[in-house]
């Protein structure tokens, strides 16, 4: 029977059915948090994407956030392998979901040959070759293969995400099954993506062996993500709603899964070569209804690919183009400094952390809302998903979950709190709107 659709759940890396819950890990074995400051990270996504133009050109989306890598894990089963009693059963990973990058891929064992780099992980690489499905594909053999790239006979291929970190390997067909919401197994074979035998610099070394994530389910434009061979199974779209609530999961829908809202509103999305990131008109940002001075020259997409505005889920925090960053930045700080419930709060005097003391309960109220005005669409941003709250030496404190950027505008996950977001490449359009995300839309 031909399949028309397909939900995955998707597992909140805090939740309890994530590997990473501290309650799955053995005693002596909890992640630790930064003692320092629960802010820290926050600079550490600025640093991974401060790059040059020919670097930003190739990279597809950056794996990086306020020191978390991810915000979703997705349950992905690997490969045929044949058991003692003659079944057949798969291997199961945790990849992470990226609207930013086109190529699938998942650490495999070459990594662990002489000359090549493995990032660490909880489990053993890949054992491609153990997989009675596995198939990797020769060097031009295949329409997904690039000219000249072939080591060892084989179809290569290189992803970079910033300044030293990229994954390299061969590409290759193997059978992915997927767990879907009903306890289902969903199996799809020949899926074409990229067998790892090298990856420097990932920022999932920062877990070390705690690490559960082997690798990346790439949902963005071109035929080699894995949205564009679904095929008929997806049609092109897919949703997606982001909870505020990390006890609860959410789901990732393709094809005639997608659950119809209403009052969704629409936006143009487009694709700027070489990138695979969705990109959408950005016209401008508004503090509280009051439209901030942001010229066109800052908003608009240059002819080397940078500036411009991208959505995408798998980069956390909101990177915003100096000029446009040190607009809001200037607006917010005017707006909370007539808060006499708040006080700045200054984080190793690096000036740019706009971060606030709540010196009451009443110091969380009446904050700002930001709109992000896209072409004929308006995306409002509630202060909970501008903001990162935490408490901090017995202190309430909050700063602006959004950074500056030297090239590129990309709204991210933290800023999609609490909204659907159905995307249709077919149409090439965007529909989004507020959402119970709990209620599994």
């Keep these: 029977m031909q399949l028309d659709g397909l939900t995955m759940e998707l597992i909140h890396k805090d939740s309890p059915q994530s590997p990473l819950y501290p309650g799955n890990l053995p005693p002596g074995e909890q992640i630790l948090q930064p003692a320092a400051c629960p802010f820290a990270g926050l600079r550490h996504q600025t640093s991974m994407m401060s790059t040059n133009k020919a670097v930003m050109n190739r990279m597809m989306s950056p794996l990086t956030s306020y020191g978390d890598p991810f915000l979703f894990l997705a349950q992905v089963g690997v490969g045929s392998f044949q058991e003692k009693s003659h079944r057949t059963h798969f291997k199961t990973y945790y990849f992470q979901i990226d609207t930013g990058n086109e190529l699938s891929w998942i650490q495999c064992e070459g990594c662990q040959n002489k000359g090549n780099v493995c990032f660490p992980h909880k489990d053993p690489p890949y054992p491609s070759s153990q997989s009675k499905s596995y198939n990797p594909v ?250 990162l709250f935490r408490e901090f030496e017995g202190k309430n404190v909050f700063c602006l979950s959004m950074l500056s950027d030297d090239s590129k505008t990309i709204i991210g996950a933290y800023q999609q709190m609490k909204q659907k977001f159905v995307y249709d490449t077919k149409a090439r359009v965007l529909s989004f709107g507020p959402e119970d995300c709990e209620k599994n839309g």
């Design 138 to 387: 020769s060097c031009n053999q295949h329409s997904f293969c690039e000219p000249n790239q072939c080591k060892e006979g084989l179809c290569a291929y290189n992803v970079t995400y910033g300044p030293g970190s990229y994954t390299s390997g061969n590409l290759a067909n193997e059978t992915f099954t997927f767990y879907s919401n009903h306890g289902k197994h969903t199996a799809l074979k020949s899926i074409s993506f990229g067998c790892s035998t090298d990856s420097r610099n990932m920022i999932y070394a920062f877990l070390l062996d705690k690490n559960p994530v082997s690798g990346v389910l790439g949902m963005g434009w071109g035929p080699r993500s894995f949205l564009a061979q679904l095929g008929s199974i997806s049609h092109g779209k897919f949703s997606y709603c982001i909870t505020a609530n990390n006890t609860h999961n959410t789901y990732l829908r393709f094809g005639k899964h997608v659950v119809k809202s209403k009052n969704l509103q629409t936006t143009k999305i487009m694709q700027v070569k070489p990138s695979a990131a969705y990109h959408v008109n950005l016209l401008g940002i508004s503090v509280n209804g009051v439209k901030l001075n942001i010229t066109k020259t800052d908003l608009a997409v240059r002819k080397d690919g940078s500036r411009g505005c991208i959505i995408d889920a798998g980069t956390l925090a909101t990177l915003l183009v100096k000029p446009i960053f040190d607009t809001l930045h200037t607006a917010l700080a005017n707006l909370l400094s007539s808060n006499q419930n708040l006080k700045r709060w200054v984080i190793h005097k690096l000036h740019k952390d706009l971060c606030y003391e709540q010196l009451s309960d009443a110091g969380r109220k009446n904050l700002p809302v930001v709109t992000f005005h896209l072409e004929n669409a308006d995306l409002e941003v509630k202060p909970e998903a501008i903001f």
